[in-house]
């Protein structure tokens, strides 16, 4: 019993900058760029931006998938730190949900297995999301699928 203590006291957790590092590369494998505290993306319809928290409580973290949309004139929004910053946007995800194992930098799993893991769910699950959330079509086919909640203001921006 004494003999296992000890083994699960010594695994080594994951570091904090080799996972943000892992985060970086595959954000950016996805046609995600690096820019302030984030991962942007636009495209003609919508800015997307991936954002990755620390919990305060913990060694978690959270990774937000943050939405605005153009104008119908397709005229983007000013993306500024502040942006970044604020938990505020006209669409507001949180990625991490499915996969809190993953971003549980306190857990066991190896750093293997979550390097791994992480290059699966980027280039396969979340790869996809963007994908549908990069187009108002895709947004609100999704939104519904989902039972998504929207404001007043982004169903405007939607013709919804």
Request: hydrophobic letters at 35%; charged letters at 30%; a neutral charge.
């Amino acid at each position: 019993m004494q003999k296992n203590l000890v083994a699960d006291w010594q695994i080594k957790k994951m570091d904090s900058k080799i996972f943000r590092n892992i985060i970086d590369k595959y954000s950016q494998e996805i046609g995600f760029q690096r820019k302030w505290n984030a991962w942007i993306k636009e495209t003609q319809e919508a800015t997307i931006a991936l954002i990755l928290r620390k919990s305060g409580y913990s060694n978690s973290y959270y990774l937000r998938i943050k939405i605005n949309l153009s104008d119908s004139e397709n005229i983007k929004p000013e993306i500024d730190k502040n942006w970044i910053k604020h938990d505020v946007a006209e669409i507001l995800l949180s990625f991490d949900s499915n996969h809190l194992d993953l971003f549980d930098l306190e857990n066991n799993l190896s750093d293997d297995t979550r390097e791994n893991d992480l290059k699966e769910i980027f280039h396969s699950e979340l790869k996809q999301l963007i994908e549908r959330l990069s187009s108002k079509k895709g947004i609100i086919e999704w939104s519904k699928k989902e039972n998504m909640f929207l404001l007043p203001y982004t169903k405007s921006k939607l013709g919804l």
